[in-house]
């Protein structure tokens, strides 16, 4: 694999790629952005441009995870902030800014309807999605030896997987710089 950076919009869908989304992408695709910008739009787009072909989307259970927490999170800030406006809630402005995410909002009927929503959003995916998990062989100790100061372990982790398996990495994460693998961005810092 030569490895090459290329601006997403300018990308042509090939059948033979084997297309992984980060994260941030899973994130404009489920987060339900009700005015997405122009950068949001290509990544949306393209996600519905792979499904309306048909094709596989490559993807693991630690960005499963990533992204589920990071909807999780961003349910919970609003639901604080629902709270503070909520006329029928009886909490002080500084005991919902102490709320804590796993003891308070979890289990709660908001947190168990974004999580129901959750499911359903990424049931809509789960015949284009192929969890590449146990198509690695990738030895723990040589990824955490490797894995620099520049970049987060995930991170590291999915350009371990993209040399492995020849994937192309479609990310809006302006620290992903890694050579050697082909990525698809609208990030300006990475072009």
Sequence with gaps: MAGDIQQLSM???????KYFLDSNIWIFALGNITNPNRKESIYIEFVG????????IHSHSVVIAEVFNAISRINFKNY???LLYDPNNRLSS???EKLDFKKDYRGTEDYLY???LF???FEVYANNIK???????LDIGYLVKNVDGTSDFNDYLYYEMALDLGLTIVTDDGDFDYQGIDILTENQKLL
Excluded: A, M, P, Y
């Design 131 to 137: 969890l590449i998990d146990k198509d690695l062989d």
């Design 80 to 82: 604080k902030n629902h």
């Design 94 to 96: 500084t005991q919902i």
């Design 49 to 56: 441009k792979l499904l309306d072909k048909g094709l596989v």
């Design 11 to 17: 990308h042509q869908i090939d059948s033979r790629k």
């Design 119 to 121: 499911k359903s959003e």
């Design 114 to 116: 974004n999580l129901g």
